[in-house]
């Protein structure tokens, strides 16, 4: 079946340290994204590409990074310079008109 | 600046007992609005597109609706699986047109008791 895989599906991470979370689609979609939640609010857009070796930053992309190399394959990095990075992170790519979600990362910091 | 409020932010109801869920916007000309199920610690699960005023759609108990305004996302007889946060978001002609960028509410948490 096809879809988009996050993984891992917790994360911690030490203050000061960098973590990469990964999003995989096997949907042939051109277009990926990056979005954080927090509770009580709306789905905040950190990063997107909508074609291999192009990515934009989305509205709150301060503290992450993101590569594109291959069309499947869209990680994100989350740096030290992310002051509050606890949330949940989801991964989504985009054909015509539909949107497809993965399953998420919650990432901690301890 | 292209906007969603959703409300109530929390809706509890009695197995059996309908309700609505409302999603308004503001856009600047609106490509499309789209509803989705979320279920704690997963990712939305799609439900609906709505493109235009007057446009309808049904899945099971949930049936969807789009005026200029607003969306309503009105649940018949709900089950306590229909317990889940239902998202709407936009997708609009101004700024986000050619990003594919999706803007969601809040969310609505739905609690259905048996």
């Known amino acids: 079946d096809g879809g988009i895989t996050q993984s891992p599906k917790y994360l911690f991470r030490k203050e000061g340290q960098n973590v990469t979370l990964s999003c995989e689609q096997n949907?042939?979609?051109?277009?990926m994204y990056w979005y954080r939640q927090d509770p009580g609010q709306g789905l905040r857009l950190i990063y997107y590409?909508?074609?291999?070796?192009?990515?934009q930053k989305g509205d709150i992309a301060e503290g992450y990074s993101v590569s594109r190399e291959k069309k499947e394959s869209f990680p994100l990095t989350v740096t030290s310079a992310q002051k509050n990075p606890t949330a949940f992170y989801l991964c989504?790519?985009?054909?015509?008109?539909?949107?497809?979600f993965g399953s998420g990362t919650r990432l901690t910091v301890v | 600046e292209d906007q969603v409020t959703q409300s109530p932010e929390a809706l509890r109801l009695q197995e059996g007992e309908s309700s609505s869920l409302n999603c308004s916007y503001t856009?600047?000309?609106?490509?499309?609005l789209f509803w989705y199920r979320q279920d704690p610690g997963k990712g939305p699960e799609f439900l609906f597109t709505?493109?235009?005023a007057g446009e309808e759609k049904e899945k099971e108990r949930l049936k969807a609706t789009l005026t200029k305004k607003e969306s309503f996302l009105h649940i018949t007889a709900p089950k306590p699986e229909d317990s889940a946060t239902y998202l709407c978001?936009?997708?609009?002609?101004?700024?986000?047109?050619?990003?594919?960028?999706?803007?969601f509410g809040q969310g609505t948490t739905l609690q259905v008791k048996p």
């Open positions: 590409s909508q074609i291999v070796n192009d990515f």
């Open positions: 856009v600047s000309g609106l490509r499309g």
């Open positions: 949907l042939n979609h051109d277009a």
């Open positions: 978001a936009v997708l609009g002609y101004t700024g986000s047109s050619n990003t594919g960028k999706l803007i």
């Open positions: 989504a790519s985009r054909a015509q008109g539909g949107y497809t």
């Open positions: 709505l493109y235009s």
